[in-house]
């Protein structure tokens, strides 16, 4: 029974054996084809970008390229180029990159690896095209620790013994203004302050000044499109100066004398203060007469010229005299005749009635020429004057 029993205990090893080494084979298997997938699948479509930096310490092949921190890309390729450094890279297609980019090496920390900044972020617009390239003018390093130092140092040996301070002028220069400025810090903190302030009240006002700048242009533009008539003015008022200049002489004596009648017009004005008075009453109290006889004064004038016209036509050299041709006949009806005069200075036609009923009630004796005729024994025509 032992034997058979060990001969049974063999079998189901050998056959666990054989089992594992095909498990084995298929993990091979797998791992060939995993392997020979990765290998021959194809590339995501990728974009290259070229950039000139002036130095690249801290970036090599393999560095990340991203936009805000995020790795889309990575360096592809650097290459010094006489005074600038040439650094190839390449980044997703997908990913929108601006058409006016700028490309920075961004150094997170001392230790960490620097990596290309894509900045800024694409928002809308033209992207940058496939195998671009940014000039130096587009890209940008940080400032190294050593030359931070380096600077320092040039700045003290400039400062120093061999330099500024050679013959002392930096010492002197340091002493005197701590002489002035000995006891002035309350004074020095106070122009400070007011300094501030005052850099405050213009940023406060900047669109005024900007405003008045943008006038004092549109000004400066205006005379500039009518330069010609500028010119022209200029020498009109030179050609006036001149003039001026030449009678400066009789410009002074009309001056003295002016300053002459004025000392006499004081005196006079003020010795004669009351009639002075009295006259700018009257004046006034005329004023205001013409005023209000404005419309009878307007018809005066209007009709003056007419009145002096018939004057002139009426005026007979030979005798001297005025002839003139009066009809007496509208005299035999002194109600009709007065109220004509009334109605023509404007009075109410109840006024023209009223007074011919009084008329129509007197006696009133016939007057010559009227319908009885004119006495034989008397010269109507006044010895000619009448025709």
């Not at 900007?210 to 009109?236: I, K, P, W």
Request: proline fraction near 6%; hydrophobic fraction near 40%; aromatic fraction near 4%.
């Amino acid at each position: 029974m032992t034997p058979h029993l060990t001969l049974t205990s063999g079998s189901a090893v050998l056959a666990r054996v054989a089992r594992g080494t095909r498990v084995l084979a298929l993990l091979v298997a797998l791992s060939v084809i995993a392997t020979t997938t990765y290998a021959l699948w194809p590339d995501p479509p990728r974009k290259t970008l070229v950039a000139s930096f002036p130095r690249t310490i801290g970036l090599y092949v393999g560095s990340d390229v991203r936009v805000l921190g995020v790795p889309i890309g990575r360096v592809d390729r650097i290459t010094p180029q006489g005074t600038s450094v040439r650094v190839e890279m390449s980044y997703d297609a997908e990913q929108k990159v601006p058409a006016g980019a700028k490309a920075v090496v961004a150094a997170p920390s001392i230790v960490a690896d620097r990596y290309v900044q894509l900045t800024p972020v694409y928002t809308s617009g033209p992207v940058l095209a496939d195998g671009a390239e940014l000039t130096l003018e587009r890209t940008a390093v940080p400032v190294e620790l050593d030359r931070i130092y380096e600077s320092l140092d040039d700045l003290a040996v400039a400062l120093g013994p061999h330099g500024a301070n050679q013959d002392g002028a930096l010492s002197r220069l340091l002493r005197t203004g701590a002489d002035n400025l000995d006891g002035q810090g309350g004074r020095l903190h106070d122009t400070v302050g007011e300094l501030a302030d005052a850099s405050e009240t213009l940023a406060g006002g900047r669109e005024d000044l900007f405003a008045t700048v943008r006038q004092l242009q549109a000004f400066t533009s205006t005379l500039a499109a009518s330069d010609a008539q500028v010119r022209e003015f200029n020498t009109d008022l030179a050609s006036v100066a001149d003039q001026l200049a030449g009678e400066r002489a009789d410009l002074q004596k009309a001056l003295d004398n002016l300053a002459v009648a004025l000392t006499d017009i004081s005196s006079f004005v003020r010795d004669n203060r009351e009639e002075v008075r009295a006259n700018v009453d009257g004046l006034t109290e005329l004023s205001k007469t013409l005023v209000k006889q404005q419309d009878a004064l307007r018809e005066v004038l209007d009709t003056a010229p007419v009145a002096l016209a018939n004057l002139d036509r009426t005026y007979n050299p030979r005798t001297g005299t005025l002839d003139t041709r009066d009809n007496f006949a509208q005299l035999d009806d002194p109600g009709l005749y007065l109220c004509s005069l009334l109605l023509q200075a404007g009075q109410p036609q109840s006024v023209c009635d009223e007074l011919r009923q009084v008329l129509d009630d007197l006696p009133l004796p016939q007057l010559p020429g009227g319908p009885a005729g004119a006495s034989p024994s008397r010269d109507l025509t006044l010895g000619g004057i009448l025709r």
